[in-house]
């Protein structure tokens, strides 16, 4: 077994590491599916484990820490999984586009979100393992530090705590955990590449990017960023678990308060349905203007008889 390093957190007081101590009890030792990181409840009841149908919405709302995702130097400006409640996972119960948006609740709050969603297919994300043999730059091990924007492979380190990957167990050589496939990230912040020094060696750049290697999980990714706001949008993702990971990207700034919502885009024919009934109404408004507005006997003004 690798012994622990002992170090402390990167930005953290001494108090704070006893607070993250207990938010890492179980990374003692390895073992697997040790609930590496742990995943949050959504609002209004919904639980850590709620079914989107195509219609429905799911919503959180929390405090972001300002450099968890990217841009903190004691982590080489590489991903924090452990600081603050920043995981969520949905199961999609069937094909639709999807559309994740992450923005403050005040819409003038100074922060720069990003956002990574994952795959894990037919079963939920387990939490990961917590102690792979992977270790950063900085010298801090996964999933205290990972790699956020890269792709779940055997070849990219800092994402070996989340995958399918033969580095953990007690001889090492047992699969860590059981998520499939990194979809897409956005970020608004400022980008952080490999050349000037990421935890990972890995590019994280500004922008909404598909680092999807299949259509397996969705058929196309889009999406676009803000001065505080991030979002994707997922083209008839594909039903299954799926996984995400957000917070801040730039050093500095508060800790703040923001909305992550999950949107299942109604089906298509329910869409049409509904545009239908509302251009019916439509119409039935239109001629129910004209008919008020009428012209009576001995009414001919063109302004009594005009629509509104």
């Given at each position: 077994m690798r012994a622990r390093t002992g170090r402390r957190a990167p930005g953290t007081s001494r108090g704070s590491c006893i607070?993250?101590?207990?938010?890492?009890?179980?990374?003692?030792?390895?073992?697997?599916?040790?609930?590496?990181?742990?995943?949050?409840?959504?609002?209004?009841?919904?639980?850590?484990?709620?079914?989107?149908?195509?219609?429905?919405?799911?919503?959180?709302?929390?405090?972001?820490?300002?450099?968890?995702?990217?841009?903190?130097?004691r982590l080489e400006n590489s991903a924090w999984a452990h600081l603050g409640d920043t995981w969520w996972r949905f199961h999609?119960?069937?094909?639709?586009?999807?559309?994740?948006?992450?923005?403050?609740?005040?819409?003038?709050?100074?922060f720069k979100p990003g956002l990574t969603v994952w795959a894990s297919g037919d079963t939920s994300f387990d939490g990961g393992a917590s102690d792979p043999?992977?270790?950063?730059?900085?010298?801090?091990?996964?999933?205290?530090?990972?790699?956020?924007?890269?792709?779940?492979?055997?070849?990219?380190?800092?994402t070996w705590w989340m995958g399918g990957f033969p580095h953990c167990g007690e001889s090492g050589d047992q699969p860590c955990s059981n998520m499939k496939e990194t979809l897409?990230?956005?970020?608004?912040?400022?980008?952080?590449?490999?050349?000037?020094?990421?935890?990972?060696?890995?590019?994280?750049?500004?922008?909404?990017?598909d680092v999807s290697v299949s259509d397996t999980y969705e058929k196309g990714i889009s999406g676009n960023v803000g001065g505080n706001w991030a979002r994707l949008v997922f083209?008839?993702?594909?039903?299954?678990?799926?996984?995400?990971?957000?917070?801040?990207?730039?050093?500095?700034?508060?800790?703040?308060?923001?909305?992550?919502?999950?949107?299942?885009?109604?089906?298509?024919?329910?869409?049409?349905?509904l545009l239908a009934g509302l251009g019916l109404l439509g119409a039935m408004s239109r001629r129910y203007r004209i008919h008020r507005h009428a012209p009576g006997p001995g009414k001919n003004s063109p302004t009594n008889g005009s629509l509104s």
């Open positions: 607070v993250l101590a207990g938010m890492l009890a179980t990374a003692s030792s390895f073992s697997l599916a040790e609930n590496g990181v742990a995943l949050q409840n959504w609002r209004d009841g919904a639980g850590a484990f709620p079914s989107l149908s195509p219609g429905e919405r799911v919503e959180a709302v929390g405090g972001m820490p300002g450099s968890n995702y990217a841009g903190n130097p999609l119960t069937a094909a639709t586009d999807v559309v994740v948006h992450l923005a403050p609740v005040d819409p003038g709050a100074a043999d992977e270790v950063a730059v900085n010298g801090w091990d996964t999933p205290h530090s990972f790699n956020a924007v890269g792709q779940v492979a055997d070849d990219e380190k800092g897409a990230y956005a970020m608004s912040g400022p980008q952080r590449l490999a050349t000037e020094g990421t935890g990972w060696n890995e590019d994280i750049l500004w922008g909404v990017h083209h008839d993702m594909q039903p299954g678990w799926y996984v995400i990971f957000a917070g801040g990207t730039e050093h500095g700034l508060p800790v703040t308060d923001m909305r992550l919502s999950v949107t299942a885009v109604p089906e298509p024919q329910s869409f049409a349905m």
